[in-house]
């Protein structure tokens, strides 16, 4: 080790020994989360990658995930990625030879931008580096495996982040996504031939490609993942967390997930995540987030995938409004093109979203869980509350005789009743129910898909 190595390291740890936060659990994990995040509630994650070159997942359920389609063929010999690979392309065909054809020469940052801004979203992750090791942006451990030196010659993460930013008065905060480990990587796996008593890979490839993506890009969410198959000191965590937290350029508004290493998924970080589309339909103590996709069988874009394969803005929402009444926030998976599309079908969900948020938008941001969360006799009914007395009864379902019943609101002479988006309703008593009188709305009504109930004036 070099003199001016040695002298770099103990300056590191001299300035983490005089921080607030230091490389251990206990104290980084009293790290408060930044307000920003849990009053966002919504977000849009991407993945994107040589992976949506192939586009394929070709299985069913879990196996059918395209941007796991390099480890499916080579790792697992799965059968379909191997027929399909003999089928469409010639012998000796690598996965390399994929790069070349992630061109994105349609991606257009400043329309994603503006998509996910009238989508509702609030913050966006972009994926920088999948499991698959290429890299968004020009990554100095990446040697023409990045999307500057090879595919799009262009910084994706970069244009990415500009354009979000430079959205007039934009709520939105720009996050990145990044895979610890990196699946045929010689490093990583000498590492794991060692049982991870050797630390190469870490220390040589994803230490260094994260400091470059916080000190270059930025991001107010940094969403870690690929760590499960080696312990958090392998990958440093607490150490780079403490940086990240005292030293680095966003370290007053970064949150970061609960991804870094075997065991810390709910244990440790910042917001749990505990395992994809997770979504306890509980109140939970600590901050989470719903990460679920559209396409119900995968996170990049699969060419193969039908009408049924994707959720329909009615399941969708169910998702968000349980996961915000019971203190989550959700991420909502789009897996955009080869070529830079984020195919119609995609916009067309995220339109509906920011339409439904649009209106309903003050039972969601800024929101904080009641003292119920699902009514007690009615399951379609699912509460916020805005902290200034108001209570919000989002209605999953449209009663059929347009009464809605409902258990666990107590109402007074005060209180007042109305239809986000419409105005005031009758209501009425009958014992410890409540059945309001919802109103025949005219075919080309705006509300739709779910409906808000604010109750004003009713006891918590």
């Known amino acids: ?8 390291i103990a300056f590191l740890v001299s300035a983490i020994a005089d921080s607030q936060y230091q490389p251990d659990w206990t104290s980084v994990d009293s790290r408060p989360l930044p307000q920003w995040y849990d009053e966002a509630k919504f977000g849009i994650f991407m993945h994107w990658g040589v992976f949506s070159v192939p586009s394929y997942g070709g299985g069913d359920g879990s196996n059918a995930e395209s941007e796991w389609f390099w480890w499916d063929w080579k790792g697992e010999n799965a059968t379909w ?13 690598t996965y390399a030879d994929f790069a070349p054809s992630f061109k994105a020469e349609l991606f257009n940052p400043d329309q994603w931008a503006q998509l996910f801004l009238n989508a509702g979203a609030r913050y966006i992750v972009l994926t920088s580096k999948h499991h698959e090791g290429w890299t968004n942006w020009p990554s100095k451990t990446a040697w023409n495996w990045n999307s500057v030196e090879n595919g799009p010659h262009l910084d994706l993460v970069g244009a990415l982040a ?19 480990f990196e699946w045929f990587n010689p490093l990583y796996l000498g590492d794991k031939s060692a049982g991870f008593t050797t630390n190469t890979y870490s220390a040589q490839v994803s230490q260094p490609q994260m400091f470059e993506l916080v000190n270059q890009y930025q991001p107010d969410v940094l969403w870690s993942d690929g760590d499960w198959e080696a312990p958090d000191t392998y990958w440093n965590s607490t150490g780079f967390l403490a940086w990240l937290y005292n030293e680095s350029p966003v370290k007053d508004t970064v949150v970061v997930n609960d991804r870094w290493g075997s065991g810390c998924p709910c244990t440790h970080g910042g917001y749990y995540t505990c395992a994809d589309h997770f979504n306890p339909h509980t109140l939970l103590k600590h901050k989470w987030e719903n990460a679920m996709t559209v396409d119900k069988q995968s996170w990049g874009y699969r060419r193969e995938a039908t009408l049924s394969s994707y959720y329909s803005i009615e399941e969708l929402l169910v998702e968000l409004v349980t996961t915000v009444s019971c203190g989550g926030n959700l991420l909502l998976n ?30 969601i941001y800024g929101s904080h869980p009641w003292t119920y969360q699902n009514d007690t006799v009615n399951s379609n009914v699912w509460y916020t509350s805005n902290g200034t007395g108001a209570v919000y009864g989002i209605v999953l379902q449209w009663p ?22 419409y105005g005031p309703l009758n209501w009425s008593t009958n014992g410890s129910l409540l059945a309001v009188q919802l109103p025949y709305l005219p075919l080309d009504t705006p509300l739709q898909w779910a409906w808000t109930l604010k109750f004003e004036g009713v006891s918590h």
């Open 1 to 8: 080790m070099s003199y001016f190595l040695r002298l770099s």
């Open 81 to 93: 990625d191997v027929e399909f690979m003999q089928k469409n392309y010639p012998p000796g065909f």
């Open 162 to 180: 500009k354009s979000i930013r430079s959205l007039p008065n934009s709520p939105i905060h720009f996050g990145l996504y990044f895979s610890q």
């Open 334 to 363: 789009v897996g955009p093109t080869s070529d830079g599309r984020i195919m119609p079908l995609f916009e067309e969900r995220l339109l509906q979203m920011g339409a439904w948020l649009g209106i309903n938008g003050e039972a």
């Open 400 to 421: 059929s005789d347009n009464v809605v019943t409902i258990g666990a609101i107590n109402p007074s002479t005060v209180t007042a009743l109305s239809l986000v988006g």
